[in-house]
């Protein structure tokens, strides 16, 4: 037997656990935990079951978890693992495409359903310090909601606190995904049917070669992806020092050009003659 669980926080891992349309009951727990409807969800339809080995190997690709309620309420969560600095802009236009794609050419509005988006985030994100946070359209001053068809969670994993309730569902499912193995899922293995059910799943996974394998691949897909990210962000903060070195000198030289000739400007700038005289010509 394989030794060591794997990340549920990686997608592929995520997806089949929580997107599994033989374990309805833990993705109906999780919406449950997150959105606290008036009405429990009681049933859940799994849209995108399928994880080709093309998307596995696409670092682009999102392996999200789409599902259709009792109510026909839209619902797609997805987990992050590198902040890319535009998850709000990211969510809101994924929301739209779902949203949108509920309508045939020439088919009435009223047939659009309330449409849900969750973010799991492995990072700190909102500025604030709750681990979970919902939106929806609300009047400003006040608080009167406009419509509930629009509603956007997060949920950031490292602001979960140790001293959490884990009676909590939603405080429960995230110290699954922050760590599987701790004493305290151990202990709601006990008396939550859903978690196990869910941990069962993470080590038959985990105890899978093939599955192991694809894991693997897909792991190492999502690190080259990050590596990526921060070496463009690097490169960004690289050429942002550059601009502003070169910003500084020419601000330096025009404050120069009525007190001293081009060359001994060069020379205290670091600045071309060929710069300097265009300068003076502007």
């Known amino acids: 037997m394989l030794k060591g669980l794997l990340d549920p926080k990686i ?33 859940v339809e799994i849209k995108n079951t399928d994880i080709e080995k093309h998307f596995l190997e696409d670092k682009f690709s999102r392996l999200d978890v789409r599902a259709e309620t009792d109510e026909k309420e839209i619902i797609n969560v997805e987990i992050q693992l590198k902040n890319e600095y535009n998850m709000i802009r990211r969510s809101l236009y994924y929301w739209s495409k779902l949203y949108e794609e509920q309508l045939g050419e020439g088919e009435d509005y009223s047939k659009l359903k309330r449409t849900v988006c969750i973010n799991i985030l492995n990072f700190k ?7 979970h ?9 006040t608080n009167e909601e406009l419509t509930d ?46 978690i196990k059910e869910a941990k069962d799943e993470l080590v038959r996974i985990s105890n ?6 694809l894991y693997e691949m897909r792991s190492k897909i999502l690190k080259d ?6 070496k463009a962000k690097e490169d960004g903060r690289e050429e942002g020092r550059e601009e502003g070195i070169e910003q500084g000198k020419l601000e330096i030289a025009k404050n120069l050009l009525d007190i001293l000739d081009d060359e001994t400007i060069s020379q205290k700038t670091g600045l071309e003659i060929e710069k300097i005289k265009e300068l003076r010509n502007k």
């Open 133 to 141: 946070n919902g939106y929806r359209l609300k009047e400003r001053e």
């Open 125 to 131: 994100y909102l500025k604030n310090e709750r681990f």
């Open 11 to 43: 997608d592929f891992v995520f997806k089949k656990i929580f997107g599994s349309e033989k374990h309805p009951k833990i993705l109906i727990s999780f919406l449950n935990a997150t959105m606290k409807p008036e009405s429990p969800i009681v049933r």
């Open 149 to 194: 068809v629009i509603e956007i969670h997060f949920i950031e994993i490292p602001k979960l606190k140790e001293n959490s309730n884990e009676k909590d569902m939603l405080v429960a499912w995230t110290e699954f995904l922050k760590n599987p193995e701790s004493a305290k899922i151990r202990d709601l293995e006990m008396s939550v049917e859903e």
């Open 225 to 230: 992806k990050i590596s990526a990210l921060n």
């Open 208 to 213: 899978d070669k093939e599955e192991r394998a």
